[in-house]
Structure formats: C-alpha cells, structure tokens
C-alpha cells in the first residue's frame, strides 16, 4: 500500500529556510499527485502546493508563490518542499498527501487526496 513519510521541519526565525521532505512508496501508477498542506488551529487544511507525477505541472497557494519551490527526485521517490522567506504565518503542520489525478478543480486541496502522512510542524519565529 502507499505510503508516505514527511519530514524536515523545524523551527525558524522570519526570514530562514526549510526544506520539507516527502518520501514515497507502494505507488505503481504513473498517474498521481502529490503535494503539501498544512493546518493551522482551527482552519481547513490547505494545499501549499501540489504537483503532477505524469506531466509535472504544479500548484502553489497565492500566499507562497515566490518563496515556496516543490521539485522531486524520482531516483529517490522523494518529494521536497523548498521554504524561503519564511513568515510567522507559515507557522503550521504541513503533511504530505497524494492521490490518483483527475478533477483539476481539487487538485491541490485535501479532500482531493487519498493517502496522508504524518504531520510535520514547522514553527517560524517574529
């Protein structure tokens, strides 16, 4: 069965870097995505960005464009979430999710995804 395991966070001043990442197994299709959320207390889970495992096109949140890069490494079957700039707002558990494509209207949000791992809080500083 699919799995994923994020990890890479941490704490941060306003300013610093992350970088997330995702490591994924039991996939046998070519035809996924796969992509970051997070949540913060009492809010929806968000999709940070999301992208295609067949043709590569992705998503990111208008709130992290520019400062935000998801690339993937298929050697290793791992997803990255590089983090620059980062803000206080950006304080929240960020998972790794991914589901079969189709419906490009939830590409990138929660409810559009199958297969979760684990959280993994990123806590950046003022």
């Known amino acids: 069965d699919v799995q994923l395991q994020a990890s890479g966070g941490g704490s941060v001043q306003a300013g610093g870097s992350l970088r997330l990442s995702c490591v994924v197994s039991?996939?046998?299709?070519?035809?996924?995505?796969i992509g970051w959320f997070r949540q913060a207390p009492g809010k929806e889970r968000e999709g940070v960005s999301c992208?295609?495992?067949?043709?590569?096109?992705?998503f990111y949140a208008n709130s992290v464009k520019d400062r935000f890069s998801i690339y993937t490494d298929n050697a290793k079957n791992t997803i990255y979430l590089q983090m620059n700039s980062l803000k206080p707002e950006d304080t929240a558990v960020y998972y790794c999710?991914?589901?079969?494509?189709?419906?490009?209207?939830?590409?990138?949000?929660?409810?559009?995804?199958?297969?979760w791992g684990k959280g993994t809080l990123v806590t950046v500083s003022s």
């Open positions: 039991g996939f046998t299709r070519d035809d996924y995505k």
């Open positions: 999710g991914a589901g079969l494509e189709g419906g490009e209207s939830w590409f990138c949000h929660y409810y559009g995804m199958d297969y």
């Open positions: 992208i295609s495992n067949s043709d590569g096109h992705t």
